[in-house]
């Protein structure tokens, strides 16, 4: 649990020409390439897609207001790859958990080495998170980090509408509603696309990430944890058994003239709900 | 092929995959059958350096080395070989020799507008009278004061049809044979430049290759680059950059067709299993893996030696060649196992062999690169 004290709002600081400006951690995953279930070789890791709109939301908000993004992910090495292309994105840091005892954690210990690293480089602003990840959908690490760093969590962030002195407010999409949160200091959220067109990585930056930016590794020891807390041992959920799922699809056909099928067709999925 | 890449090439090659299949691959029928240069896609691949991979970052390119270079036009050509074509030839035989032969002054004129894709670069040798053999071009470029006029009939030119600036090859002294060549950069625009009809080609359809005349166009003659009678020298170099480009092209098209064969063989049901249990169509998938796997190590071997500095015209000469007959033969084969599926519209692999087949007739033709390869061993 962090001390009020140990966190500062940083925006604060900077619009009174003080400090660095905005501190904002972003927590990203290394994914194996390919689709769920896909092997996962060591090798071909590439940025876990929902991970993008938090790195561009950070990004964001530092140009607009100053300040630092640091990028944290717990990894094998091969995961590096991940963070390089998240970096070429634009965040100055990055940190690497790695260590061999991590292995095999589930999400819970997974929150527990992400919140002691992020402990390590408070004080913050607001922590980011993907929504979910494209291997494993759980969408546990956002928030079970956020709890053991006693934060507020946010999900499905889309927007952020306000930030200034000690406050952030946001806006989040659910069940149709947009809702609005303020929230103080330091914050966490879970950022979705808000629509706006999927950026890709220009070459230009590629060759910016490389430009002597180099990523940091922590391990176990780095962090003060002990073995007993992280990877299968420390992980409360155990895997029992992993089969593929194949849901049952129905088949109807609509027959008749165009226009008749075209609305029967339309009747049908509004029906079902699947349109409005 | 990971192996041998840094993380750097590797974060290249999955932004430029990520692009490609998204933007690409969508429209790449329709843009085949429509024969349309698809200006929304080149826009966006300008703005993210795909039309400067190699170009200094100084005159606004992304500054970057041939092996990304060849990720990156394997990634489009997979998507869409017409458009791998477009950066391909942009890159290395456009740009390239304006920016190897070029002065510093010739540098700011041409180069950053072609490094950010705001104009588009062309390749101007061929001519009816003249394909292999380069030597037996008839267009002339007359010194006159500051200017040369120039008259050329410039056929099949990649680009044409939306080129800014052409490298044009031209004979500066018409009596000193091969030794009186040289390269001028032509600007569309000029009075003079004339752009022919888009040819109606087999394959690269939504590239417009167009022909190029000029009829007494004047030009100024500080765009000659280097020295009159170095065109030769310049051509020689250019293509043995283009080579790289288009060995990689012809290893994206074999690539698209191995995958979309694999694909089809796990799905497509005869004789109650998926074809791909059929010994045959197993060893097909097996010679087609295979072959793009060699082609593709023997370009990633040219453009690292060309990284290193060191001599790689062989090597290059030889992952043409040897990529170019893959990307024919493996999309023969995807089209095999596709049956009668495979030679229509309705899927992909129709269009690989017809794109595959041209690798092996331009930037030099399989019968050429044998020539060069045979030299450079028993020389
Ligand atoms: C889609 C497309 C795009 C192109 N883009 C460009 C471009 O951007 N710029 C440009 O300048 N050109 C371009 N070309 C032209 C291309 O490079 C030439 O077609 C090619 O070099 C062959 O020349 P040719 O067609 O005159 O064939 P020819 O030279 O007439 O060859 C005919 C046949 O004879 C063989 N042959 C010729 N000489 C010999 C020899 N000495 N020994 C053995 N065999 C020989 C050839 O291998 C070939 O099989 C393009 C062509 C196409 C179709």
């Known amino acids: 649990m962090l001390e009020p004290e140990e966190i500062l709002l940083h925006v604060q600081k900077n619009k009174y020409g003080k400090d660095m400006g905005l501190n904002i951690i972003v927590c990203i995953k290394a994914v194996a390439e390919g689709t769920w279930g896909a092997k996962n070789t060591d090798k071909n890791f590439t940025l876990n897609l929902f991970d993008r709109p938090a790195i561009e939301m950070a990004m964001e908000l530092t140009k607009k207001y100053d300040g630092t993004v640091t990028l944290v992910s717990m990894g094998p090495e091969s995961a590096c790859s991940a963070l390089y292309e998240a970096m070429s994105m634009g965040p100055q840091k990055a940190v690497l958990l790695s260590d061999p005892l991590f292995r095999e954690s589930d999400t819970y210990a997974t929150a527990k080495v992400l919140s002691a690293a992020i402990k390590k480089l408070a004080p913050f602003d607001l922590l980011f998170f993907g929504t979910r990840s494209s291997d494993s959908d759980t969408g546990h690490v956002g928030p079970q980090t956020s709890q053991m760093l006693s934060i507020p969590y946010i999900s499905n962030v889309h927007e952020m509408v306000d930030l200034g002195m000690d406050k952030a407010t946001v806006e989040r999409r659910a069940d149709g509603f947009v809702e609005r949160f303020q929230i103080t200091g330091p914050g966490a959220m879970g950022v979705v696309h808000d629509g706006t067109e999927y950026g890709y990585t220009g070459l230009y930056e590629i060759e910016n990430t490389f430009d002597g930016k180099s990523i940091q590794r922590w391990d176990h020891s780095d962090l003060g944890l002990e073995p007993h807390e992280i990877g299968l041992p420390g992980s409360p959920t155990k895997i029992v058994a992993l089969n593929p799922h194949k849901s049952k699809k129905q088949c109807r056909f609509i027959t008749g003239d165009v226009a008749q099928a075209a609305e029967t067709l339309a009747q049908t999925l509004s029906q079902a709900g699947l349109v409005d | ?379």
């Open chain 2, 1 to 379: 092929m990971d192996t041998f890449l840094t993380e750097k090439h590797r974060i290249v090659r999955s932004s430029v995959r990520a692009f490609a299949q998204r933007e690409i691959m969508p429209i790449s029928r329709e843009i085949d059958e429509d024969r349309r240069f698809p200006w929304e896609v080149i826009e966006k691949m300008g703005k993210l350096g795909y039309l400067g991979i190699q170009a200094p970052r100084e005159l606004g390119g992304a500054g970057m080395d041939a092996v990304s270079y060849i990720i990156i036009i394997e990634e489009i050509s997979r998507a869409a070989a017409a458009i791998g074509l477009c950066a391909s030839v942009h890159n290395s035989v456009a740009l390239y020799p304006i920016l190897a032969f070029g002065n510093a002054l010739q540098h700011d004129k041409f180069v950053p507008d072609l490094a950010k894709g705001k104009k588009i670069g062309a390749f101007c040798l061929t001519e009816p009278n003249a394909g292999s053999d380069a030597s037996a071009i008839e267009a002339t470029a007359i010194k006159d004061g500051d200017h040369y006029i120039v008259n050329a009939n410039k056929v099949f030119v990649t680009n044409g049809g939306v080129a800014d600036i052409c490298v044009m090859f031209v004979r500066t002294d018409p009596a000193a044979g091969p030794r009186g060549i040289s390269v001028i950069v032509a600007e569309k625009g000029t009075p003079g430049f004339v752009v022919g009809e888009k040819e109606n080609l087999s394959g690269m359809r939504a590239n417009p290759v167009c022909s190029i005349r000029l009829s007494d166009c004047k030009i100024p003659a500080e765009n000659l680059l280097a020295k009159e009678g170095m065109g030769l020298k310049i051509g020689l170099a250019a293509l043995d950059t283009g080579r790289i480009g288009i060995a990689s092209q012809a290893v994206g098209i074999a690539q698209a067709a191995l995958l979309d064969g694999i694909k089809y063989a796990k799905e497509r049901i005869q004789f109650k299993v998926p074809i791909a249990r059929h010994q045959s169509i197993q060893n097909m998938i097996a010679d087609m893996a295979t072959q793009v796997e060699s082609a593709r190590l023997m370009v990633y071997r040219a453009a690292l030696l060309k990284d290193q500095k060191k001599p790689f015209s062989k090597e290059a000469a030889m992952a043409k060649l040897m990529a170019s007959e893959t990307a024919s033969r493996v999309a023969d084969m995807a089209v095999q196992i596709h049956g009668g599926y495979g030679y229509s519209k309705a899927y992909g692999v129709e269009r690989y062999y017809r794109d595959a087949r041209i690798t092996r007739i331009y930037e030099g033709t399989s019968e050429v690169h044998r020539m060069v390869i045979a030299r450079n061993i028993l020389d």
